[in-house]
């Protein structure tokens, strides 16, 4: 079952405590790809291996995958999120992008999770966003 892709670190995707379900930061690369910036979607770099753009909403939609993959392989599901962490790289760029996209994935407002959205200056791979997640274990 596809569980995301590999942590860039040394740590777990998940840890469970009772019966809820704590993730690790989760970024859009693509599950099976390398710790490089292969597998990043709508990344283009020069021929240096420099950023030269991206997609955002590509990567937005690309994480809210990896975090569902890796909820339905560790016995929960999205709807079962009761919190979600958003790190972004550049919040004025990327926040309207994020918050329309977010509201899809999250239609009715009575079951969304807690949010919270902060900036932060880089991340340890050039991806633009990265979400900390709990949910709830289904039992």
């Known amino acids: 079952m596809n569980q995301g892709p590999k942590p860039v ?7 469970s405590v009772g019966n809820l379900l704590f993730l690790s930061g989760v970024g859009p690369r693509i599950a099976g790809s390398d710790e490089n910036d292969s597998g990043i979607p709508g990344l283009e770099l020069d021929h240096n291996g420099n950023f030269k753009s991206f997609d955002f909403a590509a990567q937005v939609h690309s ?4 975090v569902k993959a890796i909820l339905e392989a560790n016995e929960s599901n999205w709807e079962s999120l009761v919190d979600v962490t958003v790190f972004l790289v550049d919040m004025r760029r990327d926040f309207g992008t994020f918050n ?10 009575s079951s969304q999770p807690c949010r919270t959205t902060v900036e932060i200056n880089r991340l340890p791979t050039p991806i633009a966003i990265e979400l900390k997640c709990i949910a709830t274990l289904s039992v």
């Not at 670190?9 to 840890?15: D, E, F, L, V």
Request: net charge positive.
């Open 100 to 109: 329309r996209i977010y509201a899809a994935y999250f239609p009715d407002p």
């Open 9 to 15: 670190g040394n740590y777990p995707h998940t840890k």
């Open 63 to 66: 994480v809210f995958a990896n």
